[in-house]
Every structure is written in structure tokens, then in C-alpha cells.
């Protein structure tokens, strides 16, 4: 939606799903210039809310066929303190017109060791 998230996971503008993989497409309603494709996501660990394992962007510049993803790891530990937002994402190396962006974030699976909720 374009909105950025603040380190509260209550301000009204993050979506959280739980255990699987999630694929979000986003159509364009004209051709788009794009230079880079970022995402925020949202760690806070006492909160039980832990970042994606990895994150894979593609786009599309006809409407039809993607290109093959581009995957985004990162090394945040899982167990840091508080609240934080990561920005992650990818700068193509030249301008593209594009008709969609897919992200795809890659579950992390069950809570690390040492949090109080491990395993689940």
C-alpha cells in the first residue's frame, strides 16, 4: 500500500501472517519507471514477530512473463532486543518500465531457540 510502518506493530499499517510463505503481487495501472523495488519489514522479537528467512522480488514489464526473482537474504540476528524496521530490497542496474512488482517472503519457521516461545 505504499505506507511505511513505524517500530509498533499496532500503528495500523503492517500485515503479519503466521508459519507459511507469502506471495504479494502488485499491478501497476500504467507502465512504471523502476530503478529499485524495497520492502519493510518488522522485527520484534518479544513480540513474537520475526523477519522472513529471505525475500524474492521479480517484476514484469509486459504483464505476462516475470523475471526471475531476485532473493534477498540478510544476517539480523533473530533474537534482537526491541522493535526495529528493516528496509531490504534490490536497485536494478538501469531504469525499467515495468506493469508489476511480486514479492515473495520466505518464512522464517518456528521461533529460535532461547526466545520464550520456541519451537512454536
Known sequence: ?????????????????LRDDVQIEIPLAAP???REITVGVLQSVR???V??????MSW???GRTWTAPRV???DIPPMTDGATVHRLGVTLPQAQ????????????????????????
Open 32 to 34: 512504471t519507471p523502476i
Open 97 to 120: 518500465t515495468v506493469r508489476g512488482v511480486r514479492v515473495t517472503l520466505r518464512s522464517s519457521g518456528p521461533l529460535p531457540a532461547g526466545h520464550p516461545g520456541a519451537g512454536r
Open 72 to 74: 534477498i537474504t540478510h
Open 60 to 62: 514484469t514489464t509486459d
Open 1 to 17: 500500500d505504499g505506507l511505511r510502518g513505524s517500530e509498533s506493530h499496532h500503528d495500523g499499517t503492517w500485515h503479519g501472517w
Open 47 to 49: 513480540s513474537w514477530i
Open 51 to 56: 523477519l522472513p528467512r529471505a525475500i524474492e
